[in-house]
């Protein structure tokens, strides 16, 4: 969204007393009311879907905090820095796609353990993190 389209949005907004979007649909302007979806009743598989992504996320967040992981995961994925993140989500979806929970949490105790182990290391070291061996 560019600058004056949020100006335009905020007074619009503001004017009507409401959250809206300006959406281009058909070559054409509208402004629409923001939709509430507190009353939407999800399938099991999109709550599937929906808790996959929650871990997808924590997933790529907890891995780009950390040096060492992040650059172990640049080289595996053979990605630049900007697309690591998204990346990751997609690693984590083909890993645990089709797998239940039960599965899915050994994955998430995994990439603790490590995380752990680097904030172990970082500790004994002085606040600063072991180098990541070049290959």
Same mark, same amino acid.
């Given at each position: &969204?560019?600058?004056?389209?949020?100006?335009? *949005?905020?007074? /619009?907004?503001?004017? &009507?007393?409401?959250?809206?979007?300006? %959406?281009?649909? %058909?070559?054409?302007?509208? !402004?629409?009311?923001?939709?509430?979806? +507190?009353?939407?009743?999800?399938?099991?598989?999109?709550?599937?879907?929906?808790?996959? &992504? !929650?871990?997808?996320?924590?997933?790529?967040? @907890? !891995? &780009? +905090?950390?040096?060492?992981?992040?650059?172990?995961?640049?080289? %595996?994925?053979? !990605?630049? %820095?900007?697309?690591?993140?998204?990346?990751? /989500?997609?690693?984590? #979806? @083909?890993?645990? #796609?089709?797998?239940?929970?039960? *599965?899915?949490?050994?994955?998430? +105790?995994?990439?603790?353990?490590?995380?752990?182990?680097?904030?172990?290391? +970082?500790?004994?070291?002085?606040?600063?993190?072991?180098?990541?061996?070049?290959?």
């Amino acid at each position: &969204m560019t600058k004056n389209e949020a100006i335009i *949005e905020k007074a /619009v907004a503001s004017a &009507m007393g409401k959250e809206v979007i300006i %959406r281009e649909i %058909r070559g054409k302007i509208v !402004v629409t009311d923001k939709p509430e979806f +507190k009353e939407r009743i999800l399938s099991d598989k999109q709550k599937e879907v929906t808790d996959i &992504m !929650v871990s997808a996320n924590e997933y790529a967040k @907890k !891995v &780009m +905090k950390y040096e060492n992981l992040r650059n172990d995961a640049q080289i %595996r994925l053979n !990605v630049t %820095r900007e697309r690591l993140y998204t990346s990751l /989500v997609s690693e984590y #979806w @083909k890993k645990s #796609w089709g797998k239940d929970g039960k *599965e899915r949490k050994e994955l998430e +105790k995994a990439l603790n353990r490590k995380v752990k182990e680097l904030e172990n290391n +970082k500790k004994l070291d002085g606040n600063i993190l072991p180098e990541s061996p070049n290959p």
